[in-house]
């Protein structure tokens, strides 16, 4: 993740120990961080999303885990001490035990956030989930009115995510808007970020697209269209900054986000340049993300290097508890851990002179890790080919940094 917010601004947010390793429960390094846990819970879902990583749609899928092996999960994350477990789906609301997993995840000590659709948050519900201490409700957002019900593929979705959205804001329940870029909400951007002002919404994080499950049907944005939303975002937050707001405000599963930011601070003399260059460099971008910052439990118990990589599986937790498959005490773990995780281990030429594409000669290699490697191999088939969602051009990856990162 990039947040636009603190890079920017110099503002300090939440999540800056884990992203940047300042602040609160700051961790040693990147490489050392125990993973955020995405964990779709079920794959039924009352709506059927043209994006949807996990091809969901309102039907039962057999091989879901039950309550006991849900209960082993949340014993296993928590004395694992993982920092963040999000609750996903499908719609994690239709679960029949989803408040007895939020309940059950939130007295083990688990820092716990949930991503749904919001049509199915009432105000009753929306106050069990602030009773529970749940630190974040994520709802998915892809355009105003019609535009979200068309990607939504039901009409009064918009309508149902806005109810959820001020249900929870009743009972002070802290939401961020979850939306994912594509040319659809790249030309609606400006009236998304007029409706995250009007609501309040706290937290808001852009998703640049992975092509997998019925996403893999969808363009990724071409450079031109990449580079204007970042620039409306930029300013949008000089906008919030300046009255005062300090709105969390990422971009998610594109690390190439941070090399543009950079640039950008360069040619305007930014006063937050060499901080904001410290922290990116810090994080490491895609070296220490996917199989490493970041994991996924999908519905059936097997353990991906994110929510996006399907196709890579480490084991399962019905089997074996998510530690021992995380820390590559599974034998079908370890050697695919091991491949995935030396894009951060090897030395940044040794990584380099592995790569292909772009990413062989870019400078901003170390900083970026080579973006978004799960998007990088599903198109090119392994961990080495360039993120083709990347939009700097030949002679902004040519570019000498000024300092070292």
Known sequence: MINLTRLWTGHEQPADGLRYGHGHAAAASARSRKPIVVWNITRTCNLRCVHCYSDSMAAKYPGELDWDQMRAVVRDLAEYQVPSLLLSGGEPLIHSRFFDLVDLATDAGLKLTISTNGTL??????????????AYVG??????????????????????????FRACHEVGQKTGLRL?????????????LDFIEAEEIQRVCFYHLVPSGRGS????????????????????????????????LLTVTQPADGAYLLLRMERENHPNLEAARQLLGWNGGGANSSGRGISNIDTQGNVHPDQFWQDVTLGNVKLTP???????????????????????????????AKMEGKCASCNWFKL?????????????????????????????????QVSAV
């Open 217 to 248: 049907e969808l363009q990724i944005l071409r450079p031109e269209e990449s580079r204007h939303a970042l620039d409306t975002l930029i300013a949008r937050v000089e906008k919030w900054h300046a009255a005062g707001i300090h709105r969390e």
């Open 368 to 400: 970026c890790g080579g973006g978004f490697r799960t998007r990088a191999a599903v198109v090119n088939g392994h961990i080495w080919g360039s993120d083709p969602g990347c939009y700097l051009s030949e002679s902004e990856i040519a570019q000498v």
């Open 180 to 192: 994912t870029l594509t040319r659809h909400t790249v030309s609606d951007i400006e009236r998304i």
């Open 139 to 164: 709802i998915s957002l892809d355009g105003i009115g019609p535009v979200h019900d068309e990607f939504r593929r039901k009409e009064g979705a918009f309508k149902g995510a806005v109810e959820g």
């Open 121 to 134: 948050i009432t105000p009753q519900k929306a106050a069990r989930l602030k009773a529970a201490n749940v």
């Open 322 to 352: 998510f530690s021992d498959i995380w820390e590559g005490r599974h034998p079908a773990s370890a050697k695919t851990l091991e491949e995935i995780r030396s894009i951060g281990l090897l030395t940044d030429e040794e990584r380099q």
